[in-house]
């Protein structure tokens, strides 16, 4: 089940001046469709009929029964509520259900979200496997903050007031030097503790040069895999001294 939005959704019947609407007459649907068998010019006019038949009824709503009946792919105009209302709920509430609750498409939703610049990827939340590679962790890692009850799933996805619980008690776990610039700004924004967050890891390979090895032989010290190379080196040598000293 859908978790039902919070907050009043936008309606025109709010709006200033908004007339109760008026009851559709089956009848005006034959004449729309009569209108848009005979091409766009004749179904222009079958509103225009249609409009002078009942005043009460706008434009706007004859068009919209029109693609109600499929005969056109009409579509109201967005109100300035409908955007805020989707801009609000967008990090919460996934994008079907606000579709629903505004009587739009999810494509019209997202396409709203688009045009404001807001990534789609985070509208719905993250699933499991998106959020490991955004973190750049293993997915045992994930499982263990979700079996320790750090991160909490919605629907089997991962929102944002998830994420917002689990930064305030384990930023820490964040190796913050691998994150997207993006992505480190947007956690940032969710309550991201730099200072608390997990020092740079080097990988493997870079530790391994920087360690220190001491020869047995001669006890000069070499850093990294170098090591063995001098070893050999050391070995040969030996060798050589020892065959001289014999000769």
């Known amino acids: 089940m859908s978790e039902p939005l919070q907050g009043s959704k936008p309606s025109r019947l709010n709006f200033p001046g908004h007339r109760p609407d008026p009851v559709w007459n089956p009848r005006f649907d034959e004449i729309l469709k009569a209108g ?3 091409g766009p010019s004749k179904l222009q006019r079958a509103i225009a009929r249609i409009k002078k038949l009942d005043p009460r009824l706008s434009e706007e709503q004859i068009r919209k029964r029109t693609a109600e ?12 509520e409908e955007v805020n209302f989707v801009l609000e709920r967008a990090r919460e509430f996934a994008v079907a259900d606000i579709a629903r609750e ?3 498409t999810p494509k019209g939703v997202y396409v709203k979200l688009w045009k404001n610049h807001i990534s789609a990827r985070f509208q719905d939340g993250y699933t499991q496997g998106e959020l490991v590679q955004a973190l750049h ?25 998830a994420l917002v619980r689990f930064l305030e008690g384990h930023s820490d776990e964040i190796d913050v030097a691998r994150l997207d610039k993006e992505f480190r700004l947007w956690l940032r924004s969710l309550g991201l503790r730099e200072s608390e967050a997990c020092p740079r890891r080097l990988p493997k390979t870079v530790l391994q040069s920087l360690k220190e090895h001491t020869c047995g032989r001669c006890g000069r010290k070499v850093k990294g895999n170098a090591i063995h190379v001098h070893m050999r080196a050391c070995k040969k040598e030996g060798s050589e001294a020892g065959t001289g000293r014999k000769a």
């Open 102 to 104: 505004l009587g739009r």
């Open 36 to 38: 848009a068998a005979a």
């Open 69 to 80: 009946l499929h005969l056109t792919r009409y579509s109201a105009p967005w109100t300035q």
């Open 137 to 161: 962790i293993s997915r045992r890692k994930l499982r263990r903050w979700i079996r320790l009850g750090w991160l909490t799933l919605y629907e089997r996805r991962i929102k944002d007031r």
